[in-house]
Structure formats: C-alpha cells, structure tokens
C-alpha cells in the first residue's frame, strides 16, 4: 500500500493549491480516505474525508467553504482543492486511509493506518 501526496508550495495568502494523492497497491475506492496537516509543534489534524461511496465528505468548520476533496477522474488520485489560504494553513499536508473504514466522519475523527509522505504548503501574508 503507497499514497504519494504532491502539489505543495509556496503561496500568497488569498491564493489556491491544489494536493493530489495517488494511490497504489490497493483499490482506492474502497476505504474513506483523507487529508491531514501538521503544523510545527502541533498535533496532526483532519481538514478532509472522503467516503467509499464518494457520496460523503467530512470538512471540518475551520476549512469549510475553502477546502473541497473529491475524486479525480482516474480512480486511484484524490485531491484537495485549497482555496482563500490563509497563514494559518501552513503546514505539512498528509493524505491517509484506513483499509477498514468506509466513513469519512469516522475516519477525520479516527486515526489512518495508512499515510503519504507528505507536501509542505507555506502560506505567506
């Protein structure tokens, strides 16, 4: 099982990224998948899920209205739009899953099994 995140960068406060998270080695649309950040000195968090049925998605208040996940045209790539980003929003960004878990819900408040090697978004003012 492979996730490789890409799409970081460096980017003005009030611009846009977009992460992609392609999958290997299993059937990405199968299990909820997520993305997840980790600021320096701060716990991991869930900013978007993603169910199986790709029907469903969890986001957070925080990033609600500024964050979209969905799923790309070829199955295995899920991406994070990021739009409006603020300073706050640096970080190191992660995309995860858990093999056994079909809810986006559950697994934002869960913790992944399964995690990419992460893309560092810098938002600078």
């Known amino acids: 099982v492979q996730l490789q995140a890409s799409g970081g960068g460096l980017v003005q406060a009030g611009g846009s990224l977009r992460l992609s998270c392609a999958a290997s080695?299993?059937?990405?649309?199968?299990?909820?998948i997520g993305w997840f950040r980790q600021a320096p000195g701060q716990e991991r968090e869930a900013v978007a899920c993603?169910?199986?049925?790709?029907?469903?998605?969890y986001v957070p208040d925080f990033v609600k209205g500024r964050f979209t996940i969905f799923r790309g045209e070829a199955k295995n790539v899920v991406y994070l739009q990021m739009d409006n980003l603020r300073p706050e929003d640096t970080a190191v960004y992660y995309c995860?899953?858990?093999?056994?878990?079909?809810?986006?819900?559950?697994?934002?408040?869960?913790?992944?099994?399964?995690w990419g090697q992460g893309t560092l978004v810098t938002v600078s003012s």
């Open positions: 080695g299993f059937t990405l649309n199968r299990p909820a």
């Open positions: 995860g899953t858990d093999l056994g878990q079909a809810s986006s819900y559950a697994l934002c408040h869960g913790r992944p099994t399964e």
């Open positions: 993603l169910s199986t049925n790709n029907e469903i998605t």
